[in-house]
């Protein structure tokens, strides 16, 4: 039987995770404290294995179990240092709970093929295995069937560790949102509910992630809709509050910056703030391409670039030419990377929205050039709408050449 209960277990990050407590005389409140994730709790000597390894600390964590004769200091052992052998003579003399957790522990790193059939145990532990159940069936590409059994995880350890079924039920919604569509809005439901079970939790960017990830199932399923996008905005602006900083974590501050420029972009111009809405979008857009250089990140650079330049050219402004110059030339930096050699439907991408910009500048023929080249790759790519837009623009352009001077026509084609 073990003895402490509840088990912050599935908590901390690498091995800590399959580890369990003994029990102590008196651990003076120090479990409530790390059922929250936090590892600066003052713990009990016979607890210090369990916080070096949540450190990261193996070695030492093995170090100060060497002389523990125990089942649960086996089970432990096993946990930091697992190997075949060490299982097979192991599992015979563990009670039934250890050995089922036992289990677990082995399926996880590769050394049993399968999970047990029958699991007996409950709350936070039941969970635990729970989770391990819906990993198998993720790797099996039964997504109903892991949903079942993170569902029934979740369940088990919402009364013993709700920060445990905050973790859970994460994975659930990022289960979800994996499959998009109409699975957004569940993933939504889920992310919330996760952020509402975290309650005070300690653990490091883990309720910021909650808020990153609520943010993207919210933007991928707004549709354009006004007050989806800012409760998106809302639960960026949160994520980046809680400690995610251009220093602390500056691809992930990158990712959040980018995000909110896109939702900012994507609301429908409705209200006199969507002008101060669109310049905080180009603001968010050079934050992120603060962190993302040609460089180190060419794709999200690249990525990030177009949105800034996109953005620059429908933001309202006493001065649109310049925003207009400044597009084009970002354009062009573009083009180094999402060449026609590497992407050719991305490079005709570049090209078609570099027109745009030059057509709205009155630059006609390098538009109708580029244009033209556009419409070619995306005809040859079997890119009909993108190719039609090509050709509309064509026309767009042809028409008002013709309204300052006759000209021939001139075709895409």
């Keep these: 039987m073990i003895e402490v209960r509840p088990q912050p277990i599935g908590i901390f990050p690498s091995s800590a995770a399959y580890l369990l407590l003994p029990k102590v005389d008196d651990d003076r409140g120090v479990l409530e404290g790390l059922l929250e994730g936090d590892l600066d709790v003052p713990v009990p000597e016979p607890w210090q294995f369990f916080v070096r390894a949540a450190r990261g600390e193996i070695k030492i964590a093995i170090e100060l179990l060497s002389d523990a004769d125990s089942p649960l200091a086996a089970y432990n052992r096993f946990v930091l240092e697992p190997g075949s052998a060490e299982f097979r003579s192991l599992h015979p003399r563990l009670p039934v709970e250890l050995a089922a957790l036992l289990d677990v522990v082995a399926y996880s790193h590769g050394i049993a093929d399968r999970l047990p059939r029958d699991l007996p145990l409950d709350g936070e532990l039941l969970a635990f295995a729970l989770a391990s159940r819906a990993a198998e069936a993720m790797e099996n590409q039964d997504n109903q069937r892991a949903q079942c059994c993170l569902t029934d995880a979740v369940e088990a350890a919402r009364a013993a560790s709700p920060l445990l079924a905050s973790i859970l039920l ?15 809005a569940l993933a939504t439901m889920h992310y919330r509910e996760a952020i509402r079970l975290a309650g005070p ?154 027109a745009n910009a030059l057509a709205h500048l009155g630059i006609f023929k390098p538009a109708i050039e580029k244009l033209s080249e556009a419409y070619k790759l995306f005809h040859w790519y079997d890119q009909s709408a993108e190719a039609e837009s090509a050709r509309d623009l064509v026309d767009q352009i042809n028409q008002r050449m013709n309204q300052h001077a006759a000209s021939p026509q001139v075709s895409a084609n």
């Design 201 to 354: 939790c300690k653990l490091p960017t883990f309720v910021a992630s909650l808020h990153t990830r609520l943010g993207m199932a919210l933007q991928s399923s707004a549709n354009g809709q006004r007050a989806t996008l800012l409760e998106a905005v809302r639960a960026y602006q949160t994520a980046l509050q809680d400690g995610i900083t251009q220093q602390s974590h500056p691809d992930w501050f990158a990712q959040l910056q980018n995000n909110l420029g896109l939702a900012y972009l994507s609301m429908p111009a409705t209200e006199t703030s969507d002008q101060l809405r669109m310049g905080i979008a180009i603001q968010s857009f050079r934050h992120a391409l603060g962190i993302y250089t040609i460089e180190d990140h060419p794709d999200m650079w690249a990525t990030v670039s177009m949105n800034l330049a996109n953005a620059l050219q429908h933001v309202p402004t006493s001065h649109p030419e310049d925003n207009l110059i400044g597009a084009v030339e970002i354009y062009e930096d573009v083009l180094r990377v999402r060449t026609r050699e590497k992407d050719p439907v991305a490079y005709a991408t570049v090209l078609l929205n570099q």
């Design 170 to 184: 994460a994975q659930k919604a990022d289960l979800a949102f994996s499959m998009g569509g109409s699975s957004y």
